[in-house]
């Protein structure tokens, strides 16, 4: 099924979302509207033993569409990019990003969150959000859980981007595969599911979390409150994102 920003396919008890939107696969509201009524879908369906984030392009995704940050876009875009993070918390069985190429801002937040990260050696991972003025939500819960707080704090602040081997030394992927190789590798990953039931892989997922003891529902409510009303309130944070829009050097005011 295509929803032309994404196509939505399920076979074989693998559910699989591919970013369509060529080349940089950038994140708009459309396409993350689309990207949540999907997941609605697997959220119904118990047979599922993994759900696939993949891509077209060269990217994976380059983040969010900054003009959706702006104005009164801001709370709408909020809504649906969290969107996609509550149901991906609710969702009973495994879920897998397969990177090819870049992600970064909220295509890295969207490869961090799922359990599994599959890469090339040609991926890279950043969140350069900072550089624009405001700071990425949900890597600031996830990214201290899989790296530790001090490198998590220094990623964000300084809005670097790591190739896929520091990333894998990190611990932010699971395997790094030869771009020339990479599909028959993850095809043999996702093969190995083929012997593993189901309900157990459900069962097993339910157990991390509960190991985690993390509310993540209500620390993304206290984040994103905080987000819209106190960030998106200060000058710099709307003098960041216009400046990238109009291809400028931002003129911070530190207020």
């Known amino acids: 099924m295509s929803n032309d920003l994404i196509i939505v396919e399920s076979t074989n008890n693998i559910g699989k979302i591919i970013f369509n939107n060529e080349p940089l696969n950038i994140l708009t509201i459309e396409m993350m509207e689309q990207i949540n009524k999907a997941l609605d879908i697997f959220l119904e369906d118990e047979s599922l033993k993994a759900v696939i984030f993949d891509h077209n392009g060269k990217a994976f995704s380059a983040g969010v569409d900054i003009g959706d940050h702006m104005g009164n876009k801001a709370s709408k875009m909020i809504k649906e990019f969290h969107g996609i993070f509550r149901r991906l918390n609710k969702l009973k069985c495994p879920t897998i990003a397969s990177i090819k190429g870049a992600a970064l801002g909220g295509g890295c937040e969207i490869a961090i969150f799922c359990d599994i990260a599959l890469t090339s050696d040609k991926a890279k ?49 699971n395997h790094v595969f030869p771009i020339e190789s990479y599909k028959q590798e993850f095809t043999k990953f996702i093969e190995s599911l083929d012997d593993i039931s189901g309900i157990i892989l459900q069962y097993t997922k339910k157990t991390f979390k509960k190991a985690l003891g993390f509310d993540f529902e209500t620390k993304l409510d206290e984040i994103e409150e905080f987000y819209l009303k106190e960030l998106m309130s200060t000058n710099d944070a709307n003098e960041g994102l216009q400046a990238f829009l109009e291809k400028r050097t931002p003129n911070w005011l530190n207020r």
């Open 125 to 173: 991972f950043g969140q350069p959000e900072i550089k624009v003025g405001v700071f990425p939500p949900i890597a600031v819960l996830i990214f201290p859980q899989i790296i530790g707080y001090k490198k998590a704090f220094e990623l964000i602040m300084l809005g670097e981007v790591i190739d896929a081997n520091e990333a894998y030394r990190l611990g932010i992927s």
